[in-house]
């Protein structure tokens, strides 16, 4: 298959890839130079790429040598976890009065299927993101799309983290109830019940936020 990404996006994807799965591990610096020769590049690509994972927030301390990879912290967890939760209850107040509903329960359906046939899998990750981002993209509002694609990268690093650092059945437990509460989203739209979806959503976000303050504090 032919690869149409540019040379810096597949650089950048690369990155992400590894950051996401602690192959880049929080807290590495990530140096220009040695990156150039990796990807047997010039400067040029690595430092869009560079860029790009700043723009996620995936990264900071940027200087000309190179950056740092994004160290979590609870106050950083708490914050975007606040966001998540603004943005997608105004997807929900938008899509709710726009939607085509017939074709959204359907994809939504679908992809419950695929997140309890991938709730051990590291596919998981990329069934709850398209879930999520569903919501968003029914809305209307191409902005609050933006805002979701890049913040949920940031999101999804910081659950990555905590996977890495919780036992195997703290995992489980945190993905399965995730998934109830998907369920209980999914149901309260059947319904037509808005209160109840959003109720959920902060449902959702607060307990990533406790799960966050216990190991973080």
Do not use: W
């Amino acid at each position: 298959m032919i690869n149409k990404l540019s040379l810096n996006e597949q650089i950048y994807e690369t990155l992400k890839r590894e950051i996401f799965t602690h192959k880049i591990e929080s807290g590495s610096l990530l140096v220009n130079k040695d990156l150039q020769e990796r990807f047997e590049v010039s400067s040029s690509p690595i430092r869009d790429a560079i860029n790009r994972l700043e723009r996620d927030g995936l990264i900071e301390k940027i200087t000309r040598a190179g950056a740092q990879v994004l160290i979590f912290d609870y106050n950083k967890t708490k914050e975007i976890n606040e966001l998540m939760t603004i943005i997608t209850i105004g997807a929900f107040e938008l899509f709710f009065k726009n939607v085509d509903r017939k074709q959204l329960e359907k994809e939504l359906e679908s992809l419950l299927v695929l997140q309890e046939y991938n709730l051990n899998s590291d596919k998981y990750f990329y069934y709850d993101y398209c879930f999520h981002k569903l919501f968003f993209e029914y809305s209307g509002n191409q902005k609050l799309v933006d805002l979701y694609k890049q913040f949920s990268g940031l999101s999804e690093m910081a659950v990555r983290s905590l996977d890495k650092i919780t036992s195997s059945d703290s995992t489980s437990d945190n993905r399965l109830k995730s998934f109830t509460l998907h369920q209980k989203i999914v149901e309260a739209f059947k319904n037509d019940d808005l209160d109840a979806a959003k109720e959920c959503i902060r449902e959702h976000y607060q307990h990533a936020d406790d799960v966050f303050k216990e190991y973080y504090n």
